[in-house]
């Protein structure tokens, strides 16, 4: 939302010694050789059309955050084309999406009114009612890595749940598990706010100095009913501990890079390797100030006074009920002053995606775009039918149909089989 946001060893010289064959040497040289090109094959001019549809047609395109749940929860008919937003029905056809995990966002205003589990609740609803539920022909409800396959062979969009902020289960292992119960297969463990036993990038008094007893033992609760792990929106320290504690490999649903774009919501050089040398993911956020440095200096998230400025607009907003409806004209208020956020663009998402495969290797990168719960997204990715720009533009870059599979859904599908395959293991052991 606005207001919140495996690779090749690196220790060591390369050596047949060492077991790398000397095909692995020249790939590991071109995982390192740069920032701006980190994947195995040459920049290209000569993509055509044809190349890009049978290479998207090809790949099961898993996007692992998307918000347009905040605005079906307010009676958004999804199945209908919009004007407005980045999500609907129509568009995602168009996008050839296989696979969307749907946020079961939940603001840190419903914790503090104890409403909080409420909240979980009718999110859930919406996306089992409002969109599952009113399109059963396009929508199937899925809960296993297995049921997304399934599924996209059906010709079916999978549609799945993540709850967006620990506070969700208002600090009850039972919550946690009712939530599992009805569908939920990860956790985001704080949203821009600290709950009482997590850590938020997005908190400047870190009260928990990372996870908490409690907090460690919700993310081995977690591991053993088979949730993914989310650290976006984590404190760094709070990240080292789930990296520590948890025994299935980790995630970040929604992130980019730090180093490219200095937010604290983005993940730095050394989260983005250990996470990788674990077998996680980072799914790389299309956000403007996620993306782009210049439109990071603009965000409220990066400039105190901006959000100072920012929370005073949105509370002259409070009139109207739709949340992008409501960010858009806060941030028409905010350009109207001169200040502006500067725009992202499809070529910064790609530069993204090779930083993490220079730091981690080709299987530690995904999509979590968090469309419709960002104000501003890359130009030419304005929604989600325009995913064959982003096709285009790993082909461009030197990325084969192989490698943008593992972008586009299989690293995540192998995620989500660890947290299964270590759950079964502990559940068998209890």
Sequence with gaps: ????????????????????????????????????????????????????????????????????????????????????????????????????????????????????????????????????????????????ADGIVAAHKKGKFAALMGIEGGHAIEDSLRLLRDFYALGIRYMTLTHSNSNNWADSSGDIEKPNNGLSKFGKEVVGEMNRLGMMVDISHVSDKTFWDALEVSKAPIF?????????????????????????????????????????????????????????????????????????????AARKMMEQSGLKTARATADDVVAHINKVVQLAGIDAVGIGSDYDGVGCVPAGLDDVSKYPVLTRKLLEAGYSAAEIQKIYGGNLLRVMRGAEKTAAELQQNR
């Design 252 to 328: 970040a649903s929604h992130s980019s890079c730090r180093s490219i774009s200095p937010i604290p919501r983005n993940m730095t050089d050394p989260m983005i390797t250990a996470l990788g040398k674990k077998g996680g993911v980072v799914q790389i956020n299309f956000g403007c100030e996620f993306l782009n440095p210049e439109s990071a200096k603009s965000s409220p998230m990066q400039n105190p006074a901006l959000r100072e400025k920012m929370q005073a607009v949105m509370k002259t907003l409070t009139d109207i009920k739709d949340p992008l409806a409501r960010q858009a």
């Design 1 to 144: 939302m606005f207001t919140h946001s495996k690779g090749l060893p690196l220790a060591g010289p390369f050596s047949i010694s060492r077991g790398l064959p000397p095909a692995g040497i020249l790939a590991a040289w071109l995982v390192l050789a740069s920032t701006g090109f980190a994947q195995s094959g040459p920049k290209r001019t000569n993509v055509t059309d044809a190349e890009v549809a049978k290479v998207h047609k090809s790949a099961l395109l898993i996007d692992t955050h998307n918000d347009v749940t905040s605005n079906t929860v307010d009676g958004l008919d999804i199945g209908k084309r919009r004007a407005d937003g980045h999500s609907d029905l129509p568009r995602f056809k168009e996008g050839g999406v296989g696979a969307t995990f749907f946020a079961v966002y939940v603001a840190g205003n419903y914790a503090r009114e104890g409403k909080a589990a409420n909240r979980t609740l009718q999110m859930i609803d919406t996306v089992r009612h409002d969109i599952i539920g009113k399109y059963p022909n396009d929508f199937e409800f899925v809960t296993t």
